[in-house]
């Protein structure tokens, strides 16, 4: 079965400020797929970056960047220019293929705050 | 465009009450989801729909009841509720195809006492 940990229960940082969040991930498959999620106070799970396996190449959006390690089972998430908005709870999670159905795995969550 | 939408948002059970959660999503998504979150745990997988009538168990079922009541519903029943489900609930859906992102409603926060 697949697993995914996060290892860092929290984290802070300074506005402007970069950080990186860790998880690792444990599976046989071969084709997956991996997402950082971002939870702010309002609850809502809003998608901030994902990564498809067979990509070496790490994804990019704007201010966040993952280092996807395949070899690793690691997939970091960084966070540039931390700004008091990335305050929440993020998760790191695993799909096992896409076919219909298949549903994520997630880890236990890592809380970022930013202060001023 | 609403995306997925989940009623209520916020509810209050007696132990041994039923209720059911509704979810609803307008993005013509064959695959339809519902987990729990709970402080610590991350979110887990209660049940799923791969399409339309069909449903399956995820990692934690048991105590609830799934109904794919046509491609855009999804709902989740507790027949009799427990202190133990008092959770956040989630309900999420996705394509199968092309970006394959999950799409997650605004979550349901139930407390049983």
């Known amino acids: 079965a697949q697993t995914v940990t996060q290892s860092q229960p929290e984290m802070s940082v300074q506005e402007a400020e970069t950080v990186t969040l860790s998880c690792t991930y444990d599976t046989s498959e071969n084709n997956y797929y991996l997402f950082w999620y971002k939870q702010p106070p309002s609850r809502q799970m809003i998608l901030v970056i994902r990564q498809e396996a067979y990509k070496q190449q790490n994804a990019t959006e704007n201010r966040f960047s993952v280092n996807f390690q395949k070899a690793a089972k690691s997939f970091s998430l960084k966070i540039s220019d931390s700004q008091l908005g990335d305050t929440a709870m993020y998760f790191c999670a695993f799909m096992r293929g896409n076919q219909a159905g298949t549903a994520l795995i997630f880890g236990k969550g890592t809380t970022l705050s930013v202060s001023s | 465009n609403a995306g997925v939408t989940q009623t209520p948002k916020f509810q209050v059970l007696k132990t041994g009450q039923s209720m059911t959660l509704q979810c609803a999503q307008d993005m013509n998504h064959n695959s339809m989801y519902w987990y729990r979150q709970d402080p610590g745990m991350g979110l887990r997988l209660i049940y799923y729909s791969a399409s339309e009538g069909t449903t399956d168990k995820g990692e934690v079922p048991n105590g609830y009841n799934v109904s794919r009541l046509n491609k855009r519903e999804f709902s989740l029943r507790l027949e009799s509720a427990a202190p133990s489900q008092t959770s956040v609930y989630f309900c999420?859906?996705?394509?199968?195809?092309?970006?394959?992102?999950?799409?997650f409603g605004p979550g349901t926060r139930l407390t049983v006492t």
């Open positions: 999420a859906s996705r394509e199968t195809s092309g970006a394959f992102e999950q799409y």
